[in-house]
């Protein structure tokens, strides 16, 4: 069974920061790239961040400068530091993965439940 345990949402004025972490855990083999989307009320899941194995990191436009991603390879763990908050940032976040469950199966992407994070004028 694998898992992508959130936490970290909740409710910050305009300018405060918040830090949501994701943890996978279950039968994992060779992670290839973590990250995190987010899915505001009547639009579509977009990309936040995401990071490789390696290192990579790609962020949407909207939020450069202001959030950071980070990862923890040896525990499989994805962090994403964000400040400067607007209320446009406001959103259920997921966390996702992309990674094969043994040697002989193919990488899929995997989600976590989504966290909210409200962020208000």
């Known amino acids: 069974q694998v898992q992508l345990v959130e936490s970290g949402g909740g409710l910050v004025q305009a300018g405060g920061s918040l830090r949501l972490s994701c943890a996978a855990s279950?039968?994992?083999?060779?992670?290839?790239?973590m990250g995190w989307y987010r899915q505001a009320p009547g639009k579509q899941r977009e990309l936040v961040a995401t990071?490789?194995?390696?290192?990579?990191?790609n962020y949407a436009e909207a939020v450069k400068g202001r959030f950071t991603i980070s990862r923890d390879n040896a525990k499989n763990t994805v962090s994403l530091q964000m400040n400067s908050l607007k209320p446009a940032d406001t959103a259920v976040y997921y966390c996702?993965?992309?990674?094969?469950?043994?040697?002989?199966?193919?990488?899929?992407?995997?989600w976590g439940q989504g966290t909210q994070v409200t962020v208000s004028s």
């Open positions: 279950g039968s994992i083999f060779n992670i290839n790239a």
């Open positions: 996702s993965a992309v990674f094969s469950t043994s040697p002989l199966s193919s990488p899929r992407v995997y």
């Open positions: 990071v490789t194995s390696g290192g990579s990191i």
